[in-house]
């Protein structure tokens, strides 16, 4: 009770932060208007050269450059309109307590005569106004449309509006729960796992229920379908640093699923004006390359572009000691890539009795 | 051995064989030829007396029913100076009969082309031609005529004359030709014409009916090209031999009229002997003309009297070799004789035989050679100065010939012969045509390629009523539009290898390039004079004049750009600006907009700002 209570206030007090810093943006926009100034916003630089990799923090992080936005400029003027208009409907749908997608924000946007190209440009500008009110998305409400899914035995109890103190249990449905608004709001209240086992795929996630991974290993599993989205990502942190579960991962046995491991354990750098998106203890169960040959798994030639994201990991500070560096070198011995499916070889239980039980005690001495 | 016959055939005959050099190849290509020979003929007799030309051009259906080929009636009528009754019938009913022989700028040679048009309609339809001519404006002479093609010689069917209210030619001919082909390349020729020609107004009306007029769009004509003699670096081995045959101081002919003269001048009524007569000669020596001077000459190395002169004919004078030929027709055979160079005579003879000295002949016969030019020209050229051109030989003149061509120092040939159409009605020309919303136009200075000179005048014009379908480029030689084979010319050549990009022009710009080249020789590939031969002087004019026109375009490009800028920036604020209040009023709590008015308008009126 005392974690839910803290909760409740540290949440109710980002959500007064977040709407004060946005009240300050109108506020100097609105004298610069009155007094026939043009009103502009300084967002921390997101180029190449702003993202710098901090050792002590274990995340990639902007450094110290500025980008000056301002309507005073002709070819920003449209995108400067648009990051007001985003600070506005932010403001309406966080003091509203409403929810919004990632799609929902580009469709809305239309209705005020503020006209997104695309998508992508709309999610930009998402990420733009993350950068000025240093805040992510999900702080604004804003959720991408893509869900992964988490299954176990642990209680939480909401605090979306209507729905303030009812509780659920993740294990009551076999088809797991959609880490959407709702969950990423909820309190987390109890359990009695002591393992998280993220993976990266539907299927397989689905064969765990199946399987009882969740009894067998007192865990909480979570389909990170694919890359894991950010609202994810700070569940998995909060299983973390909340409820103090170690967490592990399983992905495919490619330079992707090593990266999908990664980011997870130390963010991405497209999130690098965020933080508490990462959990530095996580550990990468497999598959790793020496599994490839250790468990004699069926295998598939790797592509260029496979190749070439290995090329490009390997500049990454992250990649430059121990297994990180060293599964990366067997991969491009190998230059052949395996799936979470080719333990179906030798049965489709074969993962989960022989394979996940093997990786875990090896993690220990990790 | 083998038995030939070798026989002589008419110029109506070649002409008639080789047809298809002259443009005759088939139905839709004659009529388009026919049409362009007629109308060019009756500009050209405009422009040479300065009357502002009004053509009138209408081409009918013999049988409006039958299909393509067919027989059509093609008229040609004009303002023009007429044609001497006289000279009608031999004008339209001969081969090689003209009258544009010099040398300068005109839209036809020689006068060919309207005969073989004549020539190709008996040819294919055995119409005879119909010519109306007034050269006086009082009254107009009505030919009806056939091309005797074997002789070629016109055979007067009929002749009447009428009164008439002005002077002018027409002339009707019946041919067979494809109008549903040729059509659009007539409508074109007819409308380029006109652009090239605004001091015309002419007139066209197509086989359906439909008139198309294009008045004229100014009223003073451009002055007439003159005529000039030949520039040094124009002229090769065969011109050169021509000139210096004619600038000979001819043998005169001995005929009764010139005995007379003799005998007049020499004071002497009776006949006498050849001693005698050159007695006499020298006591009156300085009295004497230089034709009876140089008979004498003769007479006193031949040693005849002038009954033995009415026996021969003189064959030749070589003075290189000390000789005289003649055929004596006495005794059927002919004649040698040696001249002796102590002989009084043999000066006289040898400076008459021999022309002019070198520097006399290049300063005389060419343009722009002066006495100093001349002489450093021998001096290059390894001749003396006063050496007479008479006694060269042939390997002589082709050294002399082909150091013409290679000495640099001759003057740039002179362009008066030449009769650009000058930029302001180029100009006004463009502006009618085209009703463009920017147009320039340059004269470059007058150039010249091996000789001969030539002006490039050049205009660009864009947006307005240009449709945004790319560039087009039209061409013209002499007042002549160039149709047919585009893809070789030296013009698209240059404009397709501009960069148009770097004069802020892209895409399917709104844009037509006019180019006019003015020469008393086109350099022509090919026989069709549809497209212009790439030399390097005329590549380098054409560059150098659209290289401007499109500086004078990006310039306007840039400008307008600016202003569409400014416009742009006043939308986008006025856009922009109260959406901003919207979303700053809510987002700040207040209830009342800001007062913004004032920054739509300093959004607007801001520069653009480099980033």
């Not at chain 1, 959720?143 to 605090?159: A, C, H, K, M, Q």
């Not at chain 2, 005698?276 to 020298?282: A, H, M, P, S």
């Not at chain 2, 040693?303 to 055929?327: H, M, P, S």
């Not at chain 2, 320039?440 to 002006?455: D, H, K």
Request: proline letters at 6%.
């Amino acid at each position: 009770m005392k974690n839910k209570s803290n909760r409740q206030k540290t949440a109710e007090a980002r959500k007064e932060k977040l709407l004060s810093v946005l009240q300050q943006h109108g506020i100097n926009i609105y004298n610069d208007l009155d007094q026939g100034r043009f009103p502009q916003f300084v967002i921390p630089s997101r180029s190449v050269n702003n993202i710098v990799y901090d050792k002590k923090i274990r995340q990639y992080i902007l450094g110290n450059a500025r980008a000056v936005r301002s309507s005073r400029n002709m070819s920003q003027l449209r995108s400067y309109t648009q990051l007001a208009w985003l600070a506005f409907f932010v403001n309406r749908l966080v003091r509203e307590g409403k929810s919004s997608t990632l799609r929902d924000i580009y469709y809305s946007s239309q209705a005020f005569s503020i006209d997104f190209e695309d998508q992508p440009e709309s999610d930009n500008i998402i990420v733009d106004l993350e950068a000025v009110t240093s805040s992510p998305r999900e702080e604004f409400h804003i959720f991408p449309e893509e869900r992964s899914s988490v299954f176990g035995d642990l209680t939480i109890e909401y605090t979306v509006p209507g729905y303030e103190g009812k509780r659920v249990n993740l294990s009551d449905h076999p088809d797991g729960y959609l880490i959407g608004p709702s969950l990423s709001s909820a309190e987390l209240v109890d359990t009695s796992a002591e393992l998280v086992i993220a993976i990266e795929k539907g299927g397989l996630f689905t064969r765990f229920v199946e399987e009882n991974v969740h009894k067998k290993f007192k865990s909480i599993i979570v389909d990170t379908a694919g890359q894991a989205p950010r609202s994810t990502r700070s569940l998995l942190r909060r299983l973390n640093q909340e409820l103090g579960l170690p967490v592990v991962i399983l992905a495919d046995g490619d330079v992707y699923g090593e990266h999908i491991a990664m980011v997870i354990k130390s963010g991405s750098a497209n999130a690098a004006h965020l933080r508490e998106l990462t959990v530095p203890d996580a550990k990468w169960l497999g598959v790793w390359a020496t599994d490839i040959e250790k468990y004699k798994l069926p295998t598939i030639p790797m592509t260029e572009s496979d190749i070439k994201r290995i090329y490009d990991l390997q500049k990454d500070p992250r990649y430059q000691e121990g297994n990180w560096k060293k599964q990366l070198e067997v991969f491009l011995k190998l230059k052949r890539k395996a799936e979470l499916e080719a333990f179906s070889k030798y049965g489709l239980t074969n993962i989960t009795d022989k394979y996940l039980p093997a990786k875990l005690e090896e993690s220990k001495s990790l | 051995m083998s038995k030939e016959t070798f026989s002589q055939i008419s110029p109506s005959e070649f002409f008639y064989r080789n047809r298809d050099l002259a443009g005759f190849s088939n139905p839709t290509r004659s009529l388009y030829t026919s049409v362009r020979e007629f109308v060019e003929n009756a500009l050209d007799a405009c422009d040479q007396k300065k009357i502002l030309p009004d053509i009138h051009l209408s081409i009918k259906a013999v049988d409006a029913e039958q299909s393509d080929p067919k027989h059509y009636v093609l008229t040609v009528r004009d303002n023009g100076p007429g044609i001497d009754p006289k000279h009608v019938p031999h004008a339209f009913g001969t081969v090689l009969y003209g009258s544009k022989f010099g040398l300068k700028q005109a839209r036809g040679m020689f006068g060919l082309g309207a005969t073989m048009a004549i020539l190709y309609g008996q040819i294919t339809t055995n119409k005879p031609v119909t010519v109306r001519s007034s050269s006086d404006g009082k009254t107009s002479d009505e030919f009806v005529m056939l091309l005797d093609i074997q002789k070629n010689k016109p055979v007067i069917l009929k002749h009447h004359v009428k009164e008439a209210a002005k002077t002018g030619l027409s002339v009707s001919i019946v041919l067979e030709g494809d109008y549903s082909k040729a059509g659009s390349k007539i409508r074109d020729y007819v409308s380029q014409t006109s652009l090239i020609t605004p001091y015309a107004t002419i007139t066209f009306e197509d086989p359906s009916g439909e008139k198309f007029h294009y008045p004229r769009i100014v009223k003073d004509m451009p002055p007439p090209p003159t005529i000039i003699k030949p520039h040094p670096h124009g002229v090769d081995v065969e011109t050169m031999r021509r000139m210096i045959v004619d600038t000979h101081y001819q043998i005169p002919p001995v005929d009764n009229k010139m005995i007379e003269k003799i005998r007049k001048e020499l004071g002497q009524k009776k006949n006498v002997s050849a001693k005698e007569i050159l007695e006499r000669t020298q006591k009156k020596w300085a009295d004497l003309s230089r034709p009876v001077r140089t008979v004498l000459a003769v007479m006193s190395f031949l040693n005849v009297d002038f009954e033995g002169l009415q026996k021969i004919r003189i064959d030749d004078i070589d003075v290189a070799n000390k000789k005289i030929t003649y055929w004596d027709f006495g005794e059927s055979q002919t004649h040698s004789v040696d001249l002796d160079p102590e002989s009084p005579y043999y000066k006289q003879l040898s400076n008459t035989v021999q022309g002019d000295t070198l520097v006399t002949f290049l300063t005389k016969r060419f343009q722009r050679v002066g006495p100093t030019t001349a002489e450093k020209f021998c001096e290059f050229a390894k001749f003396k100065p006063e050496r007479r051109i008479g006694s060269m030989t042939n390997e002589e003149l082709v050294k002399l010939a082909d150091a013409l061509q290679k000495f640099e120092d001759f003057l740039a040939p002179d362009p008066s012969c030449l009769a650009p159409l000058g930029e302001e009605p180029l100009s006004k020309g463009i502006m009618k045509f085209f009703n463009p919303e920017f147009a320039s136009v340059l004269q470059r200075s007058a150039s010249a390629y091996s000789g001969f000179p030539f002006i490039v005048e050049m205009g660009v014009a864009y947006g307005g009523d240009i449709p945004a379908s790319g560039l087009k480029v039209y061409r013209f030689a002499n007042r002549i539009p160039l149709l047919y084979d585009e893809g070789s010319d030296v013009v698209l050549k240059i404009v397709n290898e501009m960069d148009w990009s770097r004069y802020k022009i892209k895409g399917d710009p709104p844009l037509v390039i006019v180019s006019h080249i003015c020469s008393t020789r086109i350099p022509y590939k090919t026989v069709g004079k549809e497209n212009v031969a790439d030399r390097p002087e005329l590549e380098r004019e054409l560059k150098n004049a659209i290289q401007y026109l499109a500086r004078k375009l990006a310039v306007h490009m840039s400008r307008q750009g600016a202003a569409d800028m400014a416009k742009k920036r006043a939308n986008l604020y006025a856009k922009y600006v109260p959406l901003i209040s919207q979303f700053a009023t809510e987002l700040s709590g207040k209830k009342k907009e800001p007062n913004y008015k004032q920054l739509i308008k300093m959004g607007s009126e801001l520069e653009e700002q480099i980033q």
